[in-house]
Each structure stands twice: as structure tokens, then as C-alpha cells.
């Protein structure tokens, strides 16, 4: 195993050997979780279209509060990473225990704002809905909701396993998770004929199996960063403000992100449930899209991290040229390899001709745009993220959904008459102002300046 807390004895941080030994479980990671998400909403199918709608609803939700956690938890590794590079072994294993433990307990909290919450939830964020995706919506949401803490737990340990470069054992977890949601799944749609339960069973078991597997996992004394082993904890506050100074700029900027999806959402659910359906599907298929970018923005954050913690802006530099272009190369190769899938994939949901026809829309415009687009708005500024610099991306990032993407989804998708599909144009709008400021950024060199520990 390599000593992360020993100086290479060659020049570089992380040679062609140590890259690929941290990215390909990281690919593995992704393509395991979105696979298994693409199998979740082909079973929930097979339900109906309105146990999509409302799953899909219901997702969205999560998936804020997914944001939330993994802002932390980003925090958490860049302090971590930083502290790596830095050759300060005590105080990285300080800055991972803090983060477990503030990630858990912001989890608990979550999980209990969101029962309180849940009638503003169904009835006013979500809009008007059909009674049946309503049902289905409350029903998922009661039982999902207990998995929080769960996910608050898995993101946190996984982040600082990514830290570390092990991502072998996140990949075993992802797996073992995936394995278990499936099963658990068929089981509950197929033989028990549960409906929605069916499925949000499984999915809570899932993640509460991961989540605790990651822990007892970390708390290995042979790992090479693991955390404090007590039941008893009184939180180091200047840790926990080092860990915020990158996670709360972070996690209101992914916030931003998805509540502006969530407001997309009400305008999208005037449309019918075709278009919450297509814009569901769609939006499942496109994260496995999306997984040489989301690969390379992860491993920007820990290679970076470290450059930065050792001082080395040279190669912070160096390995962001080599990730960017391995995530535009992995991008074009990737969504070429989905498109010639694509109406597998579509046949196996078995949804009616007119969902079907706007998702292939929806999807393939996503494929070309993400090609060019996407990296620079996503993968780029995880290099800015990992050396402290977080404000000018929360800045960019809020104004552009706000002023960008929200504006011209409304005038398209209302005004202009183009329904869902509108929606997603204005996101691609939103993509191309961010890579553009994000870009201009970096080149300027002022994220050089910014200091975490």
C-alpha cells in the first residue's frame, strides 16, 4: 500500500501508474451506482408511469440533501488531501474525524427536518399532481427518508477513503450496495407485487449496508488515514470551520443547483405526466452519461488537494491539463458508446411511443452538448474547489442557475411553448456561462493564492 505521508522519491505526486490505480475503481464506483439507478427506475416502470413521477419527485428531494452531505464531505477531503500532501499525519486523521462525525449528525438532523417538512414538501414544492403520483410520492418519501443518515455516513468515510487514493474499497461497497438494491428490488416489485414499497425498502436497506460497511471499514487501524475509535466525541471547532470553509460555500452552491431544479420541476409537472416521466427517465440516463467527467472531477480534487498541500502549483496545474483532457476524451468516447445503446435502454422501460420519442430527444441533445460542455463547467472548477478558491465558483454557479437557467427554462419551456424540453436547453445555457467563467479563472491563476490549512 503507498505511504501517502512519504515524499514520492520521483518529482511527481502521482505517476501514470498511481492515476490509474485511483481512477479505474472510481470508474467501476460510477458506472456500478448509475447502473443500478437505471435499474431502479426500470423497475419502478413496470409499476406505472405515475410511481416514476413520483419517485422521481421524491429523488429530486435526495438529491439536495445528497449535495448537502457531499459538500461536506469535499470539504472534509481537501482539508484531508491538503494536510496529506502537507506531510501532517496527525492532522489529517483530526480532519477525517470531524468530518464523519459532523456528516452523521447534520444527517440525523436532516432526517428529522424533512419529516417535519413533508406536507410543504408534497403539497407546495412539488405542485400540482395527480392524486396517484402524489400517493406514491408520500410513500416513498416516509420510508427513503430514514435512509439520511446513512447516506450522510457512506459520503463522508468514501471521501476520505478518495483522499487517501484507496478507492478499491468504495468500489466493493458501491458493489455490494448495488447487489443488494437489485435483489431487494425484484423481490419487492416482482414476487412480493409491493408497488412503490417495493422498491423504497431495498433502497433504504442499501444504503444503510453501505453506509455502515464504510465505517467499520475506516476504522481499521492497518488504513493508512483512519479516524479516532470512540463513542464519545467533543468536536475540534477551528477543524470544523476548516472543513466548513470549503463545504458550506459548496454545499449552498449544489443546494442552489438542485433547488433550482426543484422549482423547474413544479413548472415541468403543469405539463403532464409525460413530460414529469420523460424528464424523469431522461434524467437517469443521463448521469451514466456524465461519468468520465464526474471521475475526473473526483480525482482532480484529491491529486490537486495534494499539490496544494505540498505547495507544488506546478503540478496542480500539470495534472488539471491531464485530467481535463482525459475527461473531454472520455466524454466523446462514452456518449458515443450510450447513443448506440440508447434504444435498448429506451425499449427496456416499455414506455408509451410519445415519452419515448421526447426522452430520446431529451437524451441525445444532452449527449452532444455534455461532449463540449460539460467538463469545463463541472470537472474544471473541482481544481479551484481543491485549492480553497470556493466562493468565485458558489458565485458563478448560483447566478448563472438563477439568472441563466431558471430565466430561460421559464421562456422556452413556457413562453415559447417547447414544454420539458425547453427545461433542459436553458440548463445547457447555464453549462456554457459557467465553463466560460470558470475557464477564464483558472487561466488568471488567482485560485493560486487561497490557503485552507
Excluded at 478507492?167 to 412503490?196: R, Y
Excluded at 466548513?244 to 405539463?271: A, C, D, H, W, Y
Excluded at 441525445?364 to 473541482?382: N, Q, T
Aim: one cysteine or more.
Amino acid at each position: 500500500m503507498r505511504d501517502i505521508f512519504k515524499k514520492p522519491h520521483n518529482h511527481l505526486l502521482f505517476d501514470n501508474k498511481a492515476l490509474f490505480i485511483l481512477i479505474l475503481p472510481m470508474i467501476a464506483e460510477l458506472i456500478l451506482n448509475f447502473s443500478v439507478g437505471l435499474a431502479d427506475s426500470i423497475m419502478v416502470a413496470s409499476v406505472g408511469e405515475s410511481a416514476v413521477s413520483g419517485v422521481s419527485l421524491v429523488d429530486n428531494i435526495f438529491a439536495l440533501i445528497l449535495m448537502l452531505f457531499s459538500a461536506m464531505s469535499n470539504g472534509g477531503a481537501v482539508v484531508a488531501g491538503q494536510y496529506i500532501g502537507s506531510r501532517n499525519p496527525k492532522a489529517a486523521q483530526k480532519s477525517a474525524t470531524e468530518l464523519v462525525w459532523s456528516n452523521i449528525s447534520l444527517g440525523v438532523i436532516v432526517m428529522l427536518v424533512i419529516y417535519l417538512i413533508q406536507g410543504f414538501i408534497l403539497n407546495v414544492v412539488f405542485g400540482s399532481i395527480t392524486p396517484e403520483v402524489y400517493a406514491n410520492a408520500k410513500t416513498y418519501l416516509n420510508i427513503v427518508n430514514l435512509s439520511v443518515p446513512f447516506m450522510a455516513m457512506y459520503n463522508s468515510t468514501a471521501a476520505i477513503f478518495r483522499a487517501t487514493g484507496n478507492t478499491k474499497l468504495i468500489t466493493l461497497d458501491a458493489l455490494l450496495m448495488g447487489i443488494l438494491n437489485i435483489i431487494g428490488n425484484a423481490i419487492g416489485v416482482f414476487v412480493l407485487h409491493a408497488g412503490i414499497s417495493g422498491v423504497a425498502v431495498p433502497t433504504l436497506l442499501s444504503r444503510a449496508f453501505g453506509g455502515i460497511l464504510m465505517l467499520v471499514l475506516l476504522l481499521r487501524p492497518t488504513n493508512p488515514l483512519t479516524i479516532d475509535r470512540s463513542w464519545k466525541h467533543r468536536f475540534d471547532w477551528r477543524m470544523v470551520k476548516r472543513i466548513l470553509t470549503i463545504g458550506i460555500p459548496s454545499g449552498f452552491e449544489n443546494s442552489m443547483f438542485q433547488i433550482g431544479k426543484i422549482i423547474l420541476l413544479s413548472v415541468i409537472s403543469t405539463f403532464g405526466t409525460i413530460a414529469i416521466t420523460s424528464n424523469a427517465v431522461a434524467g437517469s440516463i443521463v448521469q451514466i452519461q456524465i461519468i468520465p467527467g464526474n471521475v475526473m472531477s473526483m480525482a482532480m480534487m484529491t491529486v490537486v488537494a495534494q499539490a496544494v498541500g505540498a505547495g507544488d502549483y506546478p503540478q496542480a496545474k500539470y495534472y488539471t491539463r491531464k485530467l481535463m483532457s482525459f475527461a473531454y476524451l472520455g466524454m466523446a468516447v462514452w456518449c458515443a458508446i450510450m447513443y448506440l445503446l440508447l434504444p435498448g435502454i429506451l425499449y427496456i422501460y416499455g414506455l408509451s411511443a410519445e415519452t419515448t420519442q421526447l426522452t430520446r430527444l431529451i437524451v441525445c441533445s444532452h449527449m452532444l452538448v455534455s461532449i463540449f460542455i460539460w467538463p469545463g463547467a463541472f470537472a474544471l472548477p473541482a481544481t479551484l474547489r481543491a485549492a480553497g478558491d470556493v466562493r468565485y465558483p458558489m458565485t458563478v454557479s448560483v447566478l448563472s442557475m438563477f439568472l441563466v437557467r431558471i430565466v430561460f427554462s421559464y421562456i422556452l419551456a413556457v413562453k415559447f411553448n417547447m414544454g420539458v424540453y425547453g427545461t433542459w436547453i436553458g440548463m445547457f445555457a447555464d453549462w456554457t456561462v459557467r465553463a466560460a467563467f470558470f475557464l477564464l479563472r483558472y487561466l488568471k491563476g488567482k485560485w493560486m493564492s487561497f490557503r485552507v490549512i
